[in-house]
């Protein structure tokens, strides 16, 4: 390996030598003891338009072929979420197009799949309870369709025309009457979308912990888990141990995500994350160690990735699925670092010379010598001279 010059973002240049250590991404099965989803990105075509503001054009083999590498470890495929850059250039005609053609092949090889629900095709002129409730509705039968596990993603449009937690429950319990199959439901917090300030009715997350729990346990033959993307242990333990029996806790918390896992004497967290995109082989092999009883070396292949999914979701937060995209282009997994509404340019190239460092320390470079290469063409057209 040559050494790279990475800006250090202090106007100073620092070489760079990868450690040439590849990680193993030889195919393995689904984890027995925990159940868990990586939430995947859309790539771009680089040949379309995809500017701010333009319908989102996919490159629908390198889309479909990063869900089967995520599949090929072993973990399921959480479709359509906020990874994928929903409400944030990611069109309903594409988002439904995208649920469609994935959940085709996950039926054609039987891998687990969900796909999110949401409002984001909902006209903002035309907001109030009911529309809320029919375009959950109408994205609901659109992954029922597809034969995937509905995830109900917190909705803009309900955050904005809810006047208090009733409210939330009288749409909520529409859309888990509606379900054909549980669901589940997804909290998300503002460090991922400020829109969704109050959520459930509740300036603090820490009020709706209760009332969140009295929901599921009210709707429980139709909830098959929630997932928190809080970023608050604290606060998933929590709701967690509030949970009625068989309900799970998907884990959203891409900074504590180890120790959630694992769990303790009380329980523990399943996992869905858009980290785990990122950090596929190693998450992989780490829940595959938790199944034999080996927790140190489940620890030792997680916690090194977790500098590395802190620089990814570091403020602001909604735009770590830039990170996520260029460590698929580092991986390989697609030709050109372009992303949908043209995110890639959310973040700088400092922040991106640190992925590398923390993605090559974490051993998440599937492929060091072509990650070397593209990084260094990556740094030439940016003016950094190599």
């Not at 701010?52 to 479709?79: K, M, S, Y």
């Not at 439901?185 to 969140?212: M, N, Q, R």
């Not at 992303?339 to 400092?350: C, E, N, T």
Request: glycine share 8%.
């Amino acid at each position: 390996m040559n050494a790279l010059n990475l800006p250090s973002g202090e106007g100073t240049i620092v070489p760079y030598t990868l450690s040439g250590a590849a990680a193993d991404a030889s195919p393995l099965p689904p984890a027995r003891l925990r159940t868990a989803y990586a939430a995947a990105h859309v790539v771009a075509d680089p040949c379309a338009v995809n500017a701010p503001g333009a319908p989102a054009a996919l490159d629908w083999e390198a889309t479909l072929a990063f869900r089967h590498h995520l599949w090929d470890q072993g973990l399921g495929v959480a479709e359509a979420m906020d990874t994928a850059q929903r409400g944030m250039g990611l069109d309903w005609p594409a988002t439904a197009e995208l649920i469609r053609r994935t959940g085709a092949r996950a039926r054609d090889r039987g891998a687990l799949l969900a796909c999110g629900v949401n409002t984001d095709h909902l006209e903002s002129s035309r907001v109030d309870l009911e529309s809320v409730i029919t375009a959950y509705g109408e994205q609901l039968d659109v992954v029922q369709e597809a034969g995937a596990t509905p995830i109900v993603m917190a909705s803009r449009a309900l955050a904005a025309v809810a006047e208090g937690p009733e409210d939330y429950a009288r749409v909520y319990s529409a859309v888990l009457k509606r379900a054909e199959r549980p669901v589940i439901l997804h909290w998300l917090g503002t460090a991922f979308d400020p829109a969704l300030a109050g959520y459930w009715g509740y300036d603090s997350p820490e009020d709706a912990i209760e009332p969140v729990a009295e929901l599921i346990a009210a709707h429980a033959d139709h909830v098959e888990g929630i997932k928190v993307s809080l970023l608050e242990t604290a606060l998933e333990v929590r709701l967690r141990r509030l949970l009625p029996p068989g309900v799970r806790l998907y884990t959203g918390d891409d900074f504590h995500y180890p120790e959630l896992v694992l769990g303790d004497e009380h329980g523990h967290s399943h996992a869905l994350l858009g980290v785990f995109a990122a950090i596929a082989p190693a998450a992989a092999r780490a829940l595959a160690a938790l199944d034999r009883g080996d927790t140190d070396g489940y620890r030792a292949l997680l916690e090194p990735t977790v500098p590395l999914a802190r620089h990814l979701f570091s403020a602001p937060t909604y735009y770590y699925k830039t990170g996520i995209a260029f460590l698929a282009w580092l991986n390989g997994h697609q030709k050109g670092f372009h992303m949908v509404g043209g995110l890639h340019s959310a973040r700088d190239l400092p922040h991106l010379a640190q992925t590398l460092r923390l993605a090559d320390e974490a051993g998440a470079l599937s492929d060091p010598a072509l990650a070397e290469e593209r990084m260094r063409a990556l740094l030439r057209v940016s003016g950094v001279d190599q």
